[in-house]
Nanobody, 125 residues
Framework: QVQLVESGGGLVQAGGSLRLSCAAP????????MAWFRQAPGKEREFVSA????????YYADAVKGRFSISRDNAKNTVYLQMKSLKPEDTAVYYC??????????????????WGQGTQVTVSS
């Protein structure tokens, strides 16, 4: 079992920035590819970004490409999502996820193995 704890959400004006963090205590963090998903009210959960186990490969949804950046620090058992140029349509609950599959497979729709509890991001216009 992998526990994932997100933090860093909040209220920000359009054009602003936020950095989400996801901590995963334990020795197995580096064995998982990590990802971020989001779910807006009334919509299905959608893929945002994924990163490979070593951090060498990253993937993004078209809607966030060029604005969001995913990274990880395996020494700190933490994955980050830096979000810039935020738009009101980025408003959602953001979920961290861990998967034993690859980041590329997660980008392709493979379901992660573990989920965090989610953190709210609200972008005002």
């Amino acid at each position: 079992q992998v526990q994932l704890v997100e933090s860093g959400g909040g209220l920000v004006q359009a054009g602003g920035s936020l950095r989400l963090s996801c901590a995963a205590p334990g020795r197995t963090f580096s064995t998982y590819a990590m990802a971020w998903f989001r779910q807006a009210p009334g919509k299905e959960r959608e893929f945002v970004s994924a990163i490979s186990r070593t951090g060498s490969y990253t993937y993004y949804a078209d809607a966030v490409k060029g604005r969001f950046s995913i990274s990880r620090d395996n020494a700190k058992n933490t994955v980050y999502l830096q979000m810039k140029s935020l738009k009101p349509e980025d408003t959602a609950v953001y979920y961290c996820a861990a998967t034993l599959r690859s980041a590329m497979e997660t980008r392709g729709g493979a379901a992660p193995d573990y989920w965090g509890q989610g953190t709210q991001v609200t972008v005002s216009s």
